[in-house]
């Protein structure tokens, strides 16, 4: 056999989410899309293409993803547009855009799930092209809205077992209380011992950007940033006591948290509170699975109102990998469970990756039957796969066998002559019924929703 033509590969840092794991992150994303929805927000799509202004002016030219990662290009008639590196920017655009401040009420809560695309240096939990669910609430000035997302976002990654989430908190001030801090920072940075052990990057960010050298996760930095001033000595009376109201509903809510005065987030237009949150299951370099916080000045830089707003963004694929090896089994259990209606919290379910029924049309005579039957359990919400004629019994068993079906219904000359189909129970027990029966054709839908119904009460039994 030829090799694999490497032309054709995917690009370097983008990959491909074969089945197995695409049930895993669909399954995720229903269920953020329910958890968000408890909390009342509403789902929202933006392009993935904007002008390129639209990241420049919020995310800022200093910022390592508008002066390094951006996938820009400039289109067929000039225009120069980038593929949104991430989700704020467009949802905070599209919010002024469409002067949602004058007909909706406030705050404007919504959540997204889309890819992101940066251009980074991969590796493990690090790609070019990456998917996160997020939230906005715009409009949002009080300390509640701040402790509702890291509820809700502690409670999504929970939910999908990510490994010993910790949630990290800081407040980085607003443009009262921050000039000063500042001042002070750049004055530590540039103390000759500080500025000649930093590494190259963080130098040249000493003055562009200097928040972002507390963020740098080479050692040296991190050594050398520990005496740095701290943004909460130098915090205005508002912003201080909007950081003790957020830590007060933290409290209330029974939530962990750890005050961590380095936490400054990569991005210029955020204010006041910063959040992340890591997990224990992760490799310490690439271990934040979630990242938020408020952005009090994006909306009027954008033409609106001065308007507060507050958000978070989970990593997809890096939070499942945190939650493979304490969630991944007991998801792949309940991925299994067939009740679509029950009532309770929303659960974590990968999206059903085996039919209910293998319809096996045992010669091209019974096509017609096989369509039929198909699509009549379809629309009693059965998922059928229909094996064609033009394959042996044999090997349509296999595979029946293989998809994890539950039922199987063979039709061939002999049953289309008397009007019936033959019905494999597979899952059934000898004690619960027959594993093989003739059921009329007009009767077999029902018949099979019961023996379906009947294999998902077994399933869902309390073990022990
Ligand atoms: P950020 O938008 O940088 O605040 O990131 C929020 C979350 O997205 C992070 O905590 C990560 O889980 C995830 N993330 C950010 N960059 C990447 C990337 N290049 N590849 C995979 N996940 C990422």
Known sequence: MAGIDRRFSAPKGVSDTLPAEAAITLGATKYFAEVASLYGYSPIETPVLERTEVFERSVGVTSDIVSKQMYTFEDKSGDSLTLRPEGTAGVVRAFVEHEIYKSEPLPWRVFYIADMFRYE????????????????AIGAGAPEVDVEQIDMCLSFLGGIGVAQ????????????????????????????????????????????NPL????????????????????????????????EEVIAGLEALGIDYRIEPRLVRGLDYYTRTAFEVVSGGLEAAQDAVAGGGRYDGL????????????GFAVGLARSLAASKSKGKAESDRQGHGRSRHRLGPPRFEPAPRRPDVFVIE????????????????????VSVVVSP????????????DRSGASVVALLGPDEVAKGEVTVRALRRSAESGPQQLSIRIEDAPRAISEILLEDSAVEEEPEG
Request: proline residues 7%; contains cysteine.
């Open 121 to 136: 240096r991969p590796q493990a939990g690090r790609y070019r092209q990456f998917k996160q669910v997020g939230v906005e």
């Open 165 to 208: 989430p910790k949630l990290l908190i800081n407040s980085i001030g607003d443009p009262t209380c921050r000039p000063e801090y500042l001042k002070a920072l750049v004055e530590y940075l540039d103390s000759s011992e500080i500025r000649s052990g930093l590494c190259a990057d963080c130098r040249s960010r000493a003055n562009r």
């Open 212 to 243: 972002r050298v507390l963020d740098c996760k080479r050692p040296e930095c991190k050594k050398l940033t520990e005496e740095a001033p701290k943004a909460l000595d130098y915090l205005c009376e508002a912003c201080r006591a909007h950081f």
């Open 299 to 310: 909306v009027e830089l954008f033409g609106g109102p001065p308007m507060p707003a507050v």
């Open 362 to 381: 045992i010669d091209a005579g019974a096509r017609d039957q096989a369509l039929r039957l198909a699509s009549s359990m379809r629309a009693l919400g």
């Open 389 to 400: 004629g033009d394959r042996s019994v044999k090997s349509s068993m296999k595979h029946a």
